[in-house]
């Protein structure tokens, strides 16, 4: 059983730059993509960065492209999300996941197995 634990949110003012990491408590070797997810009060749980665990192959919404940055650190089976640029409408609780799916579902729930507890994200 895979446990992934988030951390590296907090408050930051617009035009701030904040790096989230997601740590792995047991090997994910089985699973061939870790993603981040967000999820906004009243609004569903949207992917928002992917990144396939055997390369370098990666996947950004539409609303985050050319400011977010996701990165794995294989050796220390860590992942990371580099925020620039962040605009109050980024503010949410974003969670960590890793599954195991197709291309069609890197950026969807439906393709993750395992997921963190979240870590809040205020943009102001």
């Known amino acids: 059983h895979v446990q992934l634990v988030e951390s590296g949110g907090g408050s930051v003012q617009a035009g701030g730059s904040l790096t989230l990491s997601c740590e792995s408590s047991?090997?994910?070797?089985?699973?061939?993509?870790m993603g981040w997810f967000r999820q906004a009060p009243g609004k569903e749980r949207e992917g928002v960065a992917s990144?396939?665990?055997?390369?370098?192959?990666?996947t950004y919404a539409d609303s985050v492209k050319g400011r977010f940055i996701i990165t794995r650190d294989k050796a220390r089976d860590l992942v990371y999300l580099q925020m620039n640029g962040l605009q109050p409408e980024d503010t949410a609780m974003y969670y960590c996941?890793?599954?195991?799916?197709?291309?069609?579902?890197?950026?969807?729930?439906?393709?993750?197995?395992?997921w963190g507890q979240g870590t809040q994200v205020t943009v102001s």
């Open positions: 996941a890793a599954g195991r799916t197709s291309w069609w579902l890197l950026l969807n729930v439906a393709g993750y197995k395992y």
């Open positions: 047991k090997y994910t070797g089985s699973m061939n993509c």
């Open positions: 990144i396939y665990t055997g390369g370098a192959t990666t």
